[in-house]
């Protein structure tokens, strides 16, 4: 058998339609070229030398990388012979069909799209999403892995990132602003215990401090007096240990200098009858 011949042998031949050795060499080729032009983008999107950030590099190799997968799925079904037109054209009740069942789908995919190329959220921020603080490992198209602070990772739907409320600790350089809350007797020295609070901040090591801790008074409670005292961290994905270390040397604190914080009280007044 010739080249020619072991070139056009028909592998398959259905109706009209007849695939070629040449043509499955052809797309291999083609899918080989493309593997190796992703790992090579790969490569240069997450050199160490960059100067573009993780995030950054992260948002454009994923845009890259759903690119060549389109282009190279574009160009094996050209190569195969495989007309796709009736797939992209079709009967419109089919496509209005499929469009109503997977709306939110593609409204995930947009929604990728838009963290990608915004970069309002990018792999390594620190989020809060109605309660739940986690760090995000992982930006897909279609959805975004996020890692809890309790270490379960839990996977959301993109488009409930940008549809939602949100709070992203990772958007600006500066330390972000934590408070405690706690309530003390009325018969309480303020300033005993504003100087206790600070301290207890203070001593903390994994607050920061650039920016001094402070008290505010938030409200006059039934039974007690309910301060708040805010602090700043750089370091919000351990955010509830911090937190959680500060409480404990307010309590150590208040007990070495008999500070009440005093339990809910309700008294009730009954009239004299004669």
Known sequence: MSL?????????SIHTYTLHMYQVIAAVVVIGVA??????????????????????R??????????????????VMRILGVNISPFLVGSSAVLVGIGLGLQNLFLDFISGVIILIDK????????????????????NMRTTKILTT??????????????????????????????IDIGVDYKTDMKTVETLLVEAAKENPD??????????????????LN???YFF??????????????????????RANNIIIPFPTTTIDFPAYK
């Open 120 to 139: 309002s959220i990018r792999v390594g921020d620190i989020l809060d999403m109605n309660g739940v603080m986690g760090r995000v490992e992982h930006i």
């Open 207 to 224: 607050i920061s401090k650039e920016r001094e801790p402070y008290i505010r008074l938030n409200d006059f409670a039934d039974s007690s």
């Open 150 to 179: 309790d270490r379960k990772t839990i996977v959301f739907p993109n488009s409930y990132l940008t549809k939602d409320k949100l709070t992203n600790y990772s958007s600006h350089d500066a330390a972000n602003a934590f408070f």
């Open 4 to 12: 020619k011949e072991f070139l056009e042998y028909p592998i398959l």
């Open 233 to 254: 961290s750089d370091d919000p994905f351990h955010i509830s240990h911090t937190k959680s270390e500060i409480r404990k040397s307010i309590l150590e604190k208040f």
């Open 35 to 56: 593997y190796i032009v992703e790992k090579i983008s790969k490569k240069i999107f997450y050199r160490r030398s960059s100067q573009v950030d993780k995030g950054t």
């Open 227 to 229: 301060l708040r005292l």
């Open 58 to 75: 992260y948002a454009l190799h994923q845009i890259v990388y759903y690119g060549i997968i389109i282009v190279t799925f574009l160009l």
